[in-house]
């Protein structure tokens, strides 16, 4: 199959890498000199360049390395980066100088899989250790895609090994650098070892800038230069410009008052770095347009540091004092036992930094590692969550300068035992009422699930509370479920107990039989929820139907009461629920017509009396009234019951006008017949 143009160029930058790498390597004086492999295998080596991994890249080129070297070669293999994550000490002596054979060679660098940092610095010293350079001449070919990591500067133990005469020499190659602070910092360590650097932004520029090296690196090494004369004694110094005024010991990590004099310019730099950084370095700093005095935060190393006055312009000292940095004593108490998720007090006396922290890890974690925490700026004793999970932790003290620890105290996190206790049945759309015990956190879950939901998973809750009577919806799906005990810390599951939930009921008692247009009385029973409605509808209307009537059960009324329609036939009254809408509880009403009749004179002088012949039910308490038009039909001008004989007399009003004559069923409130009348 043919490959892809990317891969194709990755192969040829691979090939140009290992053949000017060859030349390199080869062209030392010594055939049998030292040779070490420094591979950055840190998690960014899986970058691509053209498609191909910066790792894959490298294993292409230590093929043809190790095919370019003559049986006698001495050949070593240095990793770093390979074995964990975050761990600035994983470095490692993988094959030791001496005469691997290719196959174990190439098949233990093919078994280096990418995870962790940088520690570049650490990995140069490691190799030459092995290398025992103090003895012999020796090689490092050191490939990396990145700088350093872990707070330290390859440029200086490059230039440390350097100043000491030490025959070594490091060719580096830089793959897809980010840029000019990674190429300097990587070209800085051939430089000062007297080797050769390679860089290339992709894989066809990676061939060319190797192949165009390669002949360099391949000519012959010049020869040993004659041992320099004495050098003259040093001349004094001359005064400095600026005066620094600094204390001669401080606190790591501690903010501490410099005053200096004069200004030369409001944008120098007042900075504090370590006694053997160089010149144009700069660390914590203020700019000097703050005015002197002002305060500084000193690196959280311990060890001899200056305060330096640094020109902005060309980053040149103007004056130092010398300061000695130690570690501040800072002491911890904190409970021998907290139970997992809990809060708890923390106490420490020796505040450095008030942007120091108090912080909970695991044990074995890192030591710039910061997990739950407070600023050491809050007063002591301050509160703090312990992890979810049971285990051996250690509360430490963690600077801010630099994440080193200054202090740590063990402490065991426990598993804790929350109860749970459920108060009755729960109704379908309810509430479930759960009794809690052993709070942990108030900040942890009291839930309402699926029995096969995963233990983190969070539905209808309320944060828990210490002896307290939590309630929680019910679902409207009537099955078994389970409340759930989970820490907010982790989200892990404490404690469970099942629930079921029923389906919810209601019953409703309307009159039976009502006569067309009647106000009823229906009495109920249910669960009264917001919402819920004892409508009104048609026998055969379907649920959900839009109600001739309805009425509200929250209302503070028992019985409620409900218009009939006017026409008469068969209806059910339905009690509806108010979250679904389901229909829980029905009865029948039959709606019928009652005949009546009135019989008088059409029109009647005003103040007098009139006779009103009438048909109807007949009920004692049932009367003919007269009421003006419009009036409700509960009041009226005058009236007389029908007991009182047929016909009934009525007085007329003394108001001329329109009216009406009106046959009442007094027990359903109801106007059976109506008939005008005029008075005049």
């Given at each position: ?47 691509q360049i053209d498609g191909v991994s910066k790792i894959e890249i490298a294993r292409e080129v230590m093929a043809d390395i190790v095919d370019d070297f003559g049986p006698d070669a001495r050949l070593g293999l240095v990793a770093y980066g390979h074995r ?466 309805e009425a509200d059960p929250e209302a503070p009324v028992d019985p409620v009461r409900l218009d009939a329609p006017a026409e008469p036939g068969t209806y059910e009254l339905r009690y509806v629920l108010g979250t679904t809408g389901e229909v829980i509880a029905r ?94």
């Amino acid at each position: 199959m043919t490959q892809a143009p990317e891969r194709r160029a990755a192969r040829l930058a691979a090939a140009g890498l290992a053949a000017s790498l060859a030349m390199a390597v080869l062209a030392a004086p010594a055939a049998a000199e030292d040779v070490a492999i420094v591979l950055d295998a840190s998690n960014s080596m899986w970058g691509q360049i053209d498609g191909v991994s910066k790792i894959e890249i490298a294993r292409e080129v230590m093929a043809d390395i190790v095919d370019d070297f003559g049986p006698d070669a001495r050949l070593g293999l240095v990793a770093y980066g390979h074995r964990r994550q975050g761990d600035c000490g994983d470095i490692e002596t993988v094959i030791p100088v001496g005469g691997a054979d290719r196959a174990t060679f190439l098949e233990t660098f093919d078994s280096l899989t990418p995870r962790g940092k940088t520690p570049l610095t650490d990995a140069v010293r490691h190799a030459a250790e092995m290398l025992s350079w103090q003895d012999t001449p020796a090689t490092v070919v050191l490939l990396s895609d990145g700088i350093e990591t872990c707070n330290a500067d390859p440029c200086a133990v490059a230039a440390e090994l350097e100043r000491a005469g030490v025959a070594f020499t490091a060719h580096v190659i830089g793959f897809d650098l980010a840029g000019e602070e990674e190429r300097a910092q990587l070209s800085c360590i051939a430089e000062n070892t007297g080797g050769q650097f390679f860089a290339a932004a992709n894989a066809e520029e990676l061939a060319a800038a190797l192949g165009q090296t390669a002949r360099a690196v391949a000519e012959p090494s010049p020869p040993p230069k004659p041992e320099a004369p004495p050098k003259p004694e040093p001349e004094p110094e001359p005064e400095p410009a600026v005066a620094i005024d600094a204390p001669a010991q401080a606190i790591a990590g501690a903010t501490l008052t410099v005053s200096w004099d004069p200004t030369l310019n409001p944008r120098d730099l007042v900075t504090i770095v370590p006694a053997d950084a160089d010149e144009d370095e700069v660390g914590v700093h203020v700019r000097t347009d703050r005015g002197s005095p002002a305060e500084l935060t000193a690196p959280g190393m311990p060890g001899p540091h200056e305060v330096r006055y640094v020109l902005d312009d060309g980053r040149t000292v103007q004056g130092r004092a010398a300061i000695l940095l130690v570690d501040g004593e800072v002491t911890l108490e904190v409970p021998e036992t907290v139970p997992a998720g809990a809060r708890f007090e923390a106490a420490w006396e020796g505040t450095v930094n008030d942007r120091d922290f108090i912080t909970i890890v695991p044990a074995e974690a890192p030591d710039d590692e910061i997990g739950n925490h407070q600023r050491a700026g809050r007063s002591s004793p301050a509160e703090l969550t312990a992890p979810g999970t049971p285990g051996l932790y250690e509360l430490r003290y963690v600077l801010d300068q630099g994440r080193r620890p200054l202090a740590r105290a063990l402490v065991e996190v426990t598993e804790p035992s929350p109860t749970l206790g459920i108060e009755g049945q729960a109704q379908a759309g309810g509430t479930v009422v759960v009794q809690v015990g052993g709070v942990v956190n108030p900040r942890d879950f009291v839930t309402l699930v699926e029995p096969d939901q995963p233990e983190d998973e969070i539905g209808g809750h309320v944060r828990a509370r210490e002896g307290g009577r939590i309630e929680l919806a019910a679902p409207d799906v009537p099955g078994l479920y389970e409340v759930r005990y989970v820490l907010d810390q982790g989200r892990r599951m404490l404690a469970s107990a099942p629930v079921e939930v029923v389906a919810v009921s209601a019953a409703l008692e309307g009159p039976g039989q009502v006569v067309a247009g009647s106000r009823f009385p229906v009495a109920w029973e249910g669960p009264n929820r917001r919402n819920d409605r004892i409508v009104l509808v048609p026998a055969d209307a379907p649920d959900g139907a839009e109600p001739l009537a309805e009425a509200d059960p929250e209302a503070p009324v028992d019985p409620v009461r409900l218009d009939a329609p006017a026409e008469p036939g068969t209806y059910e009254l339905r009690y509806v629920l108010g979250t679904t809408g389901e229909v829980i509880a029905r009865d029948e009403l039959e709606v019928v017509r009652l005949e009546a009749s009135l019989k008088s004179v059409e029109r009647a002088p005003a103040g007098g009396t009139i006779q009103v012949a009438w048909t109807g039910p007949g009920n004692e308490r049932d009367r003919v009234t007269l009421a003006e038009v419009g009036a409700s039909d509960t009041t009226w001008a005058s009236a007389a019951r029908v007991s009182d004989g047929n016909p009934v007399t009525l007085e007329v009003p003394d108001r001329p006008g329109t009216y009406e004559l009106r046959y009442l069923d007094f027990a359903n409130r109801t106007i059976l017949v109506r008939q005008s009348l005029v008075v005049e």
